[in-house]
Protein backbone atom coordinates (compact mmCIF):
# COMPACT_ATOMS: atom_id res chain seq x y z
CA UNK A 1 0.00 0.00 0.00
CA UNK A 2 2.75 2.49 0.60
CA UNK A 3 4.43 1.42 -2.26
CA UNK A 4 1.55 2.02 -4.55
CA UNK A 5 0.98 5.61 -2.29
CA UNK A 6 5.04 6.55 -3.19
CA UNK A 7 4.80 5.54 -6.88
CA UNK A 8 1.55 7.71 -7.36
CA UNK A 9 3.33 10.72 -5.43
CA UNK A 10 6.35 10.22 -8.08
CA UNK A 11 3.98 10.23 -10.69
CA UNK A 12 2.46 13.77 -9.60
CA UNK A 13 6.16 15.37 -9.20
CA UNK A 14 7.14 14.46 -12.44
CA UNK A 15 3.69 15.62 -13.82
CA UNK A 16 4.15 18.40 -11.70
CA UNK A 17 7.93 19.41 -13.08
CA UNK A 18 6.70 18.49 -16.37
CA UNK A 19 3.82 21.10 -16.15
CA UNK A 20 6.58 23.50 -14.57
CA UNK A 21 8.55 23.57 -18.12
CA UNK A 22 5.55 23.96 -20.19
CA UNK A 23 4.70 27.11 -18.14
CA UNK A 24 8.53 27.85 -19.11
CA UNK A 25 8.11 27.66 -22.58
CA UNK A 26 4.72 29.36 -23.08
CA UNK A 27 6.38 32.33 -20.94
CA UNK A 28 9.34 32.28 -24.01
CA UNK A 29 6.61 31.76 -26.34
CA UNK A 30 4.58 34.59 -25.51
CA UNK A 31 8.08 37.24 -25.05
CA UNK A 32 9.16 35.93 -28.49
CA UNK A 33 5.54 36.80 -29.91
CA UNK A 34 5.49 40.49 -28.42
CA UNK A 35 9.05 41.18 -29.94
CA UNK A 36 7.50 39.82 -33.58
CA UNK A 37 4.78 42.33 -32.89
CA UNK A 38 6.62 44.80 -32.01
CA UNK A 39 8.36 44.65 -35.44
CA UNK A 40 5.32 44.16 -36.72
CA UNK A 41 4.12 47.49 -35.87
CA UNK A 42 7.60 49.02 -36.41
CA UNK A 43 7.93 48.10 -40.12
CA UNK A 44 4.06 48.80 -40.54
CA UNK A 45 5.01 52.48 -39.55
CA UNK A 46 7.56 53.03 -41.51
CA UNK A 47 5.92 51.76 -44.81
CA UNK A 48 2.97 54.00 -44.16
CA UNK A 49 5.47 56.62 -43.87
CA UNK A 50 6.97 56.08 -46.86
CA UNK A 51 3.86 55.66 -48.73
CA UNK A 52 2.94 59.14 -47.65
CA UNK A 53 6.11 60.67 -48.13
CA UNK A 54 5.57 59.25 -51.82
CA UNK A 55 2.07 59.81 -52.52
CA UNK A 56 2.96 63.84 -51.60
CA UNK A 57 6.25 63.50 -53.57
CA UNK A 58 3.90 62.28 -56.47
CA UNK A 59 1.14 65.58 -55.74
CA UNK A 60 4.35 67.94 -56.15
CA UNK A 61 5.11 66.65 -59.30
CA UNK A 62 1.81 67.02 -60.31
CA UNK A 63 1.52 70.46 -59.56
CA UNK A 64 4.72 71.62 -61.00
CA UNK A 65 4.02 69.60 -64.22
CA UNK A 66 0.59 71.65 -64.15
Do not use: C, M, P, Y
Not at 33 to 61: F, P
Amino acid sequence: SFKVIHEALEHLQTSLSDLESIEGAVRTARKSLEKIDSARIGIKGTIENQSLRLSNLIELEGEDAE
